[in-house]
């Protein structure tokens, strides 16, 4: 395992839209290990495979309700609103409020393609909105009022 470097924004990779991931084999595990461990070292909340350059719909979400891979995920609906403070380890020493949905359902698979359906509300729904975004190349800076340093 490795902690690797985090894109920072201005990076157009960032930008970029993944793509689905079609091989649930070695590599990918490889890059879910590296990524979580590349989280835990930046004491983040979430991470997507693009933020350390690799365009796949993959995306981890570290988190009270416990650690989660999501993979080719896809938001089946959401519920409510949420509005507060969100950083980004691709956007360091900044901070800006955002509205997300207070309860997101999503559908996904596992790093050995398994299908799985998560029901997330607050800040777990709020990680899921956050990391979902940088998989179509969007980041919460571009939704984001009060934009501020930390
Ligand atoms: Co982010």
């Known amino acids: 395992m490795a902690v690797l470097n985090i894109l ?6 960032l930008r970029k839209v993944s793509e689905p991931v079609d091989s649930f084999d ?6 879910l290990n590296d990524m979580r461990e590349t989280l835990k070292d930046a004491k983040g909340a979430g991470l997507a495979a693009v933020q350390v350059g690799v365009l796949k719909r993959v995306f981890i979400v570290d988190v009270e309700d416990g ?10 609906g959401t519920s409510g609103s949420q509005y507060g403070a969100e950083g980004c380890l ?4 900044k901070w800006g409020d955002v509205k997300r949905p207070k309860k997101v359902t999503v559908l996904a698979k596992d ?3 398994k299908e799985f359906k998560v029901v997330a509300k607050d800040f777990f729904a709020k990680a899921i909105c956050h990391e ?7 980041l919460y800076t571009d939704k984001a009022d009060n934009l501020r340093d930390e």
């Open 8 to 13: 920072q924004t201005g990076d157009e990779t």
């Open 26 to 31: 070695l590599n990918l595990a490889n890059l």
């Open 67 to 76: 650690y989660y891979e999501f993979i080719n995920p896809k938001i089946l």
């Open 90 to 93: 691709s956007v360091k020493g």
């Open 111 to 113: 790093r050995y393609g």
């Open 132 to 138: 979902y975004d940088h998989l179509d190349g969007i």
